[in-house]
């Protein structure tokens, strides 16, 4: 069963901010939220992850819903080289990362 | 710093030959991890190994095995290569086994005739 629900795709305009949602309603409380993303003809890249708070980081920000039944990856500007296949992944104890098939963004200059 | 790398970049290979993947970190990472992507299928994780000298199996270990030796390495492979195992392969590493970002290679595109 997955654990989590994301669009299959989303357009976004060069410059402006990027809401990614994901749904994980069946959430643990001591399960993480990652999220990656995969430019095309590469290899999966880290881009955030947390548990309760929100975060932040250089690439984005992560908003974790107060009741953690969802989350929304916050890219503040889009840029070209933004348009990636981004996963959201529900991570448990020891569980090892499940890829889902994604978002993919699609950014228009 | 190289991070990982992986070898061959990609490879055609007749059915029924063997095949090992080659996948090298330099980050001293402890957890290393071998995924497959097919279109339309997302990542699968074939093989992991959260410190040297240990293995498991992940969601697609079947005609596969890996193996690792040290800290650096770990490769991954195919004692005798079918169609089904036609793919993009992608090792990874993280700090630890658990809640410490992957680190992913750029693939070996794999096509098995």
């Known amino acids: 069963d997955a654990k989590t629900t994301q669009p299959n795709s989303m357009e976004s305009n060069e410059e402006e901010p990027v809401h990614l949602p994901c749904n994980h309603s069946?959430?643990?409380?001591?399960?993480?939220i990652h999220w990656y993303r995969q430019l095309p003809s590469q290899g999966p890249e880290y881009v955030i992850h947390g548990l309760t708070s929100n975060v932040n980081n250089r690439m984005a920000s992560l908003a974790i819903a107060e009741d953690r039944k969802s989350s929304t990856l916050i890219l503040h500007r889009a840029t070209l080289r933004d348009a990636a296949v981004y996963y959201c992944?529900?991570?448990?104890?020891?569980?090892?990362?499940?890829f889902g098939k994604g978002t993919k963004l699609t950014v228009n200059p | 710093i190289a991070g990982i790398t992986q070898a061959p970049t990609s490879q055609i290979l007749a059915a029924g030959r063997r095949m090992t993947l080659r996948c090298t970190q330099d980050m001293r990472h402890n957890a290393m991890y071998w995924y497959r992507q097919d279109l339309g299928l997302g990542l699968r994780l074939i093989h992991y190994?959260?410190?040297?000298?240990?293995?498991g199996k992940g969601e697609v270990p079947d005609g596969y095995s890996v193996s690792r030796a040290n800290t650096d390495d770990f490769p991954l492979t195919l004692a005798s290569a079918v169609p089904s195992q036609t793919s993009v392969y992608f090792c990874a590493s993280s700090l630890t086994g658990w809640n410490s970002p992957l680190h992913f290679g750029n693939g070996t595109r794999l096509t098995v005739t």
């Open positions: 190994s959260n410190t040297a000298g240990t293995t």
């Open positions: 069946t959430i643990s409380g001591t399960d993480y």
């Open positions: 992944i529900v991570q448990g104890g020891s569980e090892k990362l499940v």
